[in-house]
């Protein structure tokens, strides 16, 4: 008897093919290492054939190519770990920005229900809804992570403000009630 289950829900039995088991970034990752490395293979067999045709001695000739491959590797590796490493400063500044100002709206909505004026719990309410918005408007549109930054606007009053001038001008990107 086989049990419930939903047609998405993934199967995490260990699949028969090694290709099932890897990922699209797996095999990305593995592409551009082979290419990579076929590049410092390449340059590598450059350096070896420009120095035995110079006729530089057969040691130096032998010693070229590994160096090259190994400088050629250490570049290019520095290269991926950078850009890995900003990625990851981005996320965490994101996620960081993200949980500060949708938890301090959410809070400024819960805290709203305490008020008995309709007006001024819809003012708050609508508020704290703009907050969340920009939130997710900054985060999405910014390209410079200083934007992200939580010690320019810690209490999100200039992002609010920003978001009613751009409804005002007309731009997308913030949510309608």
Do not use: C
């Not at 049990?3 to 990922?23: D, F, I, Q, V």
Request: aromatic share 6%; net charge positive.
């Amino acid at each position: 008897m086989k049990t419930y289950e939903p047609e998405k829900a993934r199967s995490y039995k260990r699949s028969k093919g090694l290709s099932r088991n890897m990922s699209g970034s797996f095999l990305q990752s593995l592409t551009t290492a082979l290419v990579l490395g076929s590049m410092a293979v390449v340059l590598g067999m450059a350096a070896s054939a420009v120095f035995y045709h110079r006729n530089v001695p057969w040691y130096i000739s032998a010693g070229a190519g590994p160096l090259v491959d190994t400088l050629v590797v250490i570049f290019l590796a520095t290269i991926a770990l950078e850009q890995a490493r900003k990625r990851s400063i981005r996320r965490t500044l994101e996620l960081s920005f993200l949980n500060h100002h949708v938890r301090n709206a959410l809070t400024q909505v819960m805290m709203a229900s305490n008020i008995t004026d309709p007006a001024q719990q819809d003012r708050f309410i609508q508020e704290a809804v703009r907050r969340i918005s920009e939130a997710l408007f900054r985060v999405e549109n910014s390209s410079d992570i200083t934007e992200l930054s939580l010690k320019a606007d810690l209490r999100g009053e200039r992002m609010i403000h920003e978001a009613e001038r751009r409804e005002k001008q007309g731009g997308a990107g913030v949510w309608e009630n």
